[in-house]
């Protein structure tokens, strides 16, 4: 969180350090990609979780998801709003996965309970 906080304040200077101000414009993309380190962070518990439940579907199923997600809205946000649109994608994409495992992991405790 710090990190997205740091990115978010001192993304402009960023941008002047790293591109000598070539793009001043997407200098907000710099915090929206953030993002995807932030919600990784997340889905790795589930995904640890999952596996030493020795629930390797779930991961499958998840990355199967991720990638039809990924690749399909890639192709649509991209086409119709450019860089913003590729990066709406990804963050999108890993949403996806920590939802997905965060599902998983639901169902995997919930059934773990009941037996």
Known sequence: GCYEVFLFIYREPL????????????ALLIPAW?????IMSFQSF??????????????????????????????IFTRIWGLWGATASAILGY????????????GWLRNEINN
Do not use: R
Request: aromatic share 14%; net charge neutral; proline share 3%.
């Open 15 to 26: 941008e002047l350090l790293l591109y000598d101000g070539k793009y001043e414009v997407y």
């Open 34 to 38: 953030g993002v995807i380190p932030l």
């Open 46 to 75: 589930y995904s640890v979780i999952l596996q030493a439940g020795q629930k390797p579907q779930a991961i499958l199923v998840t990355t199967l998801i991720w990638a039809v997600v990924s690749v399909v809205t890639s192709v």
């Open 95 to 106: 949403g996806t996965v920590l939802v997905m495992f965060k599902l998983f992991y639901s």
